[in-house]
């Protein structure tokens, strides 16, 4: 995967101003810090699995990229014509996913909100302008990561979706993140990470750790729109994302 020009100082430093690190210090040398210790995995309480609906396309992982994304445009087309929930009554779009389809970073929202459900792509409203800056701020732009949701149909009015309507969208997400075969996940807020772990934990207990989904290191930290309503949760996002940057860069 192909990395952009690194994010301009200027950018890093305002994001960082915005989330409360008002005084950055210029060190006059180089200082050893000692790294901190690593958080344990957590073992969050999991439900005891649903069945995944059969989706129509092949269940085996493709080899080659180059099949994977065929199969995600097969994928993508099922799920266009999808009337699997309710939520497929009132929706403009089916909010499928965006970028790269082979990231090394994949990120799971919710569901789609007005905007996304207006244009068809995810996260393009108040909380995805959010979203981008926090990936700038670790060095990635939208292009280089995937980005999808739980649900890809918009849940009317911005209400919670509602677990029956997350269990018809599952086969697609699954078969998603088994297509783009990410290095890392990151779970944006609740209905993300009890959907993907299983658990019903508070999100203040399972955010900040690496958990496993799929075989894949999983982040879960909180959703954009949650930090445009709390500023307080900036911080907390900050560091869970410089986490993920950290294991990116290590490979
Ligand atoms: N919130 C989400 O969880 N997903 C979107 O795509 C937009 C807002």
Redesign the pocket.
């Known amino acids: 995967m192909s990395r952009s020009a690194p994010t301009p100082l200027s950018e890093i430093l305002a994001y960082l101003n915005d989330i409360g690190y008002g005084e950055i210090y210029r060190r006059s040398r180089p200082v050893a810090i000692a790294a901190p210790p690593a958080a344990p995995e957590l073992t969050v309480p999991v439900r005891p699995p649903m069945p995944t609906p059969a989706l129509s396309t092949p269940a085996a992982p493709a080899a080659g990229a180059g099949l994977r994304l065929a199969e995600m445009e097969s994928l993508a087309a099922a799920a266009a014509a999808c009337t699997r929930c309710r939520l497929a009554e009132g929706r403009k779009s089916v909010?499928f996913g965006s970028g790269h389809p082979d990231a090394d970073l994949m990120l799971i929202?919710?569901?789609?909100?007005a905007?996304?459900d207006r244009q068809g792509?995810?996260?393009?409203?108040p909380?995805?302008e959010l979203l981008t800056k926090i990936l700038q701020a670790i060095g990635l732009t939208r292009e280089e990561v995937y980005?999808a949701?739980?649900v890809k149909c918009r849940p009317p009015g911005n209400r919670d979706p509602q677990p029956d309507e997350v269990q018809a969208c599952r086969g697609y997400l699954e078969r998603q993140i088994a297509l783009v075969q990410p290095k890392l996940l990151v779970a944006?807020?609740r209905?993300?990470a009890h959907a993907l772990l299983g658990t019903e934990s508070p999100i203040g207990q399972i955010r900040g750790r690496w958990h496993q989904v799929q075989g894949v290191p999983t982040m879960v930290t909180y959703?954009?729109?949650a930090l445009l309503r709390n500023q307080a949760l900036k911080r907390p996002t900050w560091e869970d994302m410089q986490q993920v940057r950290d294991r990116l860069r290590a490979g």
């Open positions: 909010v929202g919710e569901g789609p909100g905007e996304e792509l995810p996260f393009v409203g909380a995805g980005i949701n739980v944006l807020g209905i993300a959703h954009p729109a």
